[in-house]
Every structure is written in C-alpha cells, then in structure tokens.
C-alpha cells in the first residue's frame, strides 16, 4: 500500500484506529444484542418494540459499515470476527432470552458504553487534528445518545 499523506502521523492515526476498532466492536455487539432482542421479544409491548429494535439494529448496520471504512481509510484492518469483537467490545453477551423490560435496560447500557467509547476516541482524533474521525464519533455519540434516552423513557 502507498504512502498515506493526510497530515496525521501514522502514530496518530494507529491510536485513532485502535479506539475505532473497540466502537467498531460495541457497535457490532449492540447490533447483535438489538437483532436478537428484535426476534426474541414478548409481551404486551411486542408490536412496538420489536419495531423498534428493528429500525435500531438497521441504524447501526449502516453504522458499522461507516467505522470499519474510516478505520481503512486511515490505513489499518478493521476487525471482522466474532473473537476480536469479543475481545474489543465493553459490552457484554446476554445469555438465553430476557423479559422486554430487561432487553430494553440491556440496550440503554449499551448505547450508554457505546457513548463512552465514542468519547475516549473523539478526545484522540482532535488532539490529532482528525476531523473527519472526530465528526464520525461524535455523530454516533449523538445517535447512541438519543437512543438510549428513548429507552429509558419507555421504562419509567
């Protein structure tokens, strides 16, 4: 591969693509939990939250496709199996089939790490002057953000 000359160093832009690498990893995992929760949801809120979680797992198809083309574009590999997410993402697994109510405390606490992920990065990319990173997470940062009110109100 040539040379890239984007005035960020490669020191840079390798600390920029390890933090990318741990929202790519929580991003992921989010969207697994979220699809999941989506097919495996009951109750008297069904209707609206297995739409719910659809157009959330959507949102983050595409946001995860959006990370892992940053991390390449500042010229390192994006993780891709299910071993390195694990091993990057702050959220955890769910095992078996939990009630809606608890899906819905399980994905406020993601969005909620996937948030704080964000903003380790985002402090990184402007200390390196990394615009465009920096807008990336702080558009997802947003979007978690927003998210993860919804589901908290839907709690109370």
């Known amino acids: 591969m040539s040379k890239i000359d984007i005035g960020i160093s490669e020191a840079d832009r390798e600390a920029i693509a390890d933090g990318l690498k741990k929202v790519l990893a929580d991003s992921y995992t989010l969207y697994l939990q979220t699809h999941n929760f989506h097919w495996n949801v009951t109750g008297p809120q069904f209707r609206e939250l297995h739409l719910m979680f659809e157009e959330h797992y959507t949102e983050l198809a595409v946001a995860v496709d959006d ?47 996937v948030v704080k992920t964000c903003r380790s990065v985002l402090s990184i990319a402007q200390d390196a002057d990394d615009e465009s990173t920096a807008a990336l997470v702080s558009d997802r940062m947003r979007v978690h953000e927003k998210t993860a009110w919804m589901l908290r109100a839907m709690v109370q």
């Open 67 to 113: 990370i892992a083309e940053r991390i390449r574009t500042i010229g390192f590999s994006a993780p891709g199996t299910y071993r390195a997410f694990a091993e990057l993402s702050s959220i955890e697994e769910v095992d078996g089939v939990p009630e809606a109510s608890e899906m819905v405390r399980l994905l406020t606490h993601g969005h909620e790490h």
